[in-house]
């Protein structure tokens, strides 16, 4: 079963804008990654952010992580029609020693 | 560093028969994976190898068997082959279990009719 859920399913916006994606985990947790995917592509790792940390930065993205509500926040900043892919959250599980889970995505599509 | 290969790009095939899609990487990695991925269901994790002579299974191993042949690659096979197997898998890598990251490969597209 499926151990993050992100939301929305999809999400549409305009070139310029800001795109925030939710995701929501049932268990504690080691550390939480995000994933881009490109239609017809494999997955490609963006961020990841550890348990003891509340919040992290790489250029445009943004990833907040709030262990108590068990969830995590994606968002792009200043969004370019480049950005248009879906985007998964996976998490590892606090034993560390474990696969990591994907959620089934959100997908974003920005419009020029 | 062509990264995390995989063959064939696309395959059809009838039920009953059988295939191994293969993947190999070049980046010395320890750990790698077998996903499927189907509309609306994200990645589903398939069988894994977390080093060189050892493979687990995942959340949906039933109707696969795969083989850790080196440590750069890491075989899926589909003994009988079912339409309930129509997906895109994916392989990817991860470098040892402490860096999390996993680096993936192009996928294959499978269509059994």
Redesign the interface.
């Known amino acids: 079963?499926?151990q993050g859920e992100e939301d929305p399913q999809a999400l549409s916006i305009q070139e310029g804008e800001n795109a925030t994606m939710n995701c929501s985990y049932k268990t504690s947790i080691?550390?939480l990654?995000w994933y881009r995917q490109n239609s017809?592509?494999?997955?490609?790792?963006l961020i990841?952010i550890r348990s003891n940390e509340r919040e992290k930065h790489s250029g445009r993205l943004r990833v907040t992580l709030d262990t108590s509500k068990k969830s995590s926040s994606l968002l792009i900043t200043a969004s370019r029609a480049a950005d248009t892919a879906s985007y998964?959250c996976a998490t590892?599980l606090s034993s560390?020693?474990t696969?990591?889970?994907?959620?089934?995505?959100t997908r974003l599509s920005v419009i020029a | 560093n062509a990264g995390?290969t995989q063959t064939p790009k696309f395959q059809v095939l009838k039920t009953g028969q059988s295939m191994t899609l293969q993947c190999a990487q070049d980046m010395n990695h320890n750990s790698m994976?077998w996903?499927r991925q189907d509309p609306?269901?994200?990645?589903?994790?398939i069988y894994?190898s977390a080093s060189e002579g050892t493979t687990d299974k995942?959340?949906v191993p039933n109707g696969y068997n795969v083989s850790r042949l080196n440590k750069r690659e890491f075989s899926l096979r589909l003994e009988s082959a079912a339409p309930s197997q129509t997906s895109v898998y994916?392989c990817?890598s991860m470098r040892t279990?402490?860096s999390?990251?996993?680096?993936?490969?192009?996928?294959t597209r499978l269509t059994v009719t």
């Not at chain 1, 017809?40 to 790792?45: A, K, M, Q």
């Not at chain 2, 999390?100 to 996928?107: A, C, D, I, W």
């Open positions: 079963s499926q080691n550390n990654q017809g592509r494999g997955l490609v790792h990841l998964f590892v560390g020693n696969p990591l889970v994907f959620g089934k995505g | 995390v994976y996903y609306g269901m994200g990645l589903r994790l894994y995942g959340e994916f990817a279990r402490g999390y990251e996993q680096y993936f490969g192009p996928g």
